[in-house]
C-alpha cells in the first residue's frame, strides 16, 4: 500500500494566489482528515471528511479556505487568496473509523505565502 | 505584543537508555490515547493505542502506560536507537466523539551517541 499520497511537497506562493492542496487517501479507508501544523499552534483539525461528506469543519479558519472530496478516493484542500500567516505544513490522514481511531497520515505539503 | 513561538519539550537520551515520555491529558471523559512519531520532514506515524480499559499495553520496543487516576499517559522506549531521535505527541479522544483527536504540544526526544 502506498499509503497517503499528498501533493505538492512544496509550494511557495505570493499574497493573494490561490493554493490547492491535494490528497489521495488509502484504498478502502472512509475518513479524510486536512491538518495544519506551525510552531505556534501545533497540529489542528480544519475538517473531516466522512464517506465523503464533510461532517465537522469547524476547524476551517474563514472563507477563504475550502475543501472537496469528490469521490472516495481523492480530495482538494484549497486557499484563495492566500496571505502569509497561512503558511504552514498541511496535512492529509485518512483511517476507517469504526475499526479503530489510528489516522495514516501523509508526508504533508510545506507551504510557504510570500 | 511580542508573539511566543510553542517551545517544544526536549529529552536527551543516551544510545541504548530506555526512554520515557510523559503525557498529561485533559478530559477524564477521553477513552482512547494514542501516540504518535513525527520524524523530520514527515508526517505524524502511529506508534502504539491504547483504550481507557486497559492500563498497559506494549509493542515492539515500546509500552504505554495509562494512569487514568491522575490523568497520565506515557510513552515507554526500550533500548532507545538513534532513529527513534523524533517529536513524539500523544492524543486522547473523548468517548463522545468517534473521530476528535485533542494533540498534546509533542516532546522532543535526541539521542546523544
Known amino acids: 500500500d502506498a499509503g497517503v499520497i499528498q501533493s505538492p511537497r512544496h509550494e511557495v506562493t505570493e499574497m493573494g494566489q490561490e493554493v490547492t492542496l491535494r490528497c489521495k487517501p488509502i484504498s478502502g479507508h472512509n475518513s479524510l482528515f486536512w491538518y495544519r501544523q506551525t510552531m505556534m499552534r501545533g497540529l489542528e483539525l480544519l475538517i473531516y471528511?466522512?464517506?465523503?461528506?464533510?461532517?465537522?469543519d469547524s476547524g476551517m479558519p474563514e472563507d477563504r479556505f475550502s475543501a472537496k472530496m469528490p469521490n472516495a478516493s481523492f480530495s482538494t484542500l484549497k486557499i484563495q487568496p492566500s496571505e502569509p500567516r497561512d503558511s504552514a505544513v498541511y496535512f492529509c490522514?485518512?483511517?476507517?473509523?469504526?475499526?479503530?481511531?489510528?489516522?495514516?497520515f501523509g508526508s504533508g505539503t510545506q507551504l510557504s505565502v510570500l | 505584543g511580542e508573539s511566543v513561538g510553542l517551545h517544544l519539550p526536549t529529552l536527551s537520551v543516551q544510545e541504548g537508555d530506555n526512554s520515557i515520555i510523559n503525557c498529561a491529558y485533559s478530559n477524564s471523559a477521553s477513552d482512547y490515547f494514542i501516540w504518535y512519531k513525527q520524524e523530520s520532514g514527515k508526517g505524524p506515524q502511529f506508534i502504539i493505542d491504547?483504550?481507557?480499559n486497559m492500563d498497559k499495553r506494549q509493542g515492539q520496543r515500546v509500552t504505554v502506560l495509562l494512569n487514568k487516576t491522575v490523568k497520565h499517559l506515557s510513552l515507554q522506549i526500550a533500548a532507545t536507537q538513534p532513529g527513534d531521535s523524533a517529536v513524539y505527541f500523544c492524543?486522547?479522544?473523548?468517548?463522545?466523539?468517534?473521530?476528535?483527536?485533542?494533540w498534546g504540544a509533542g516532546t522532543k526526544l535526541i539521542i546523544k551517541p
Open positions: 490522514a485518512s483511517s476507517f473509523i469504526g475499526s479503530g481511531e489510528k489516522l495514516f
Open positions: 491504547i483504550r481507557s
Open positions: 471528511f466522512n464517506n465523503n461528506v464533510p461532517i465537522d
Open positions: 492524543a486522547e479522544k473523548r468517548e463522545d466523539s468517534n473521530y476528535q483527536l485533542i
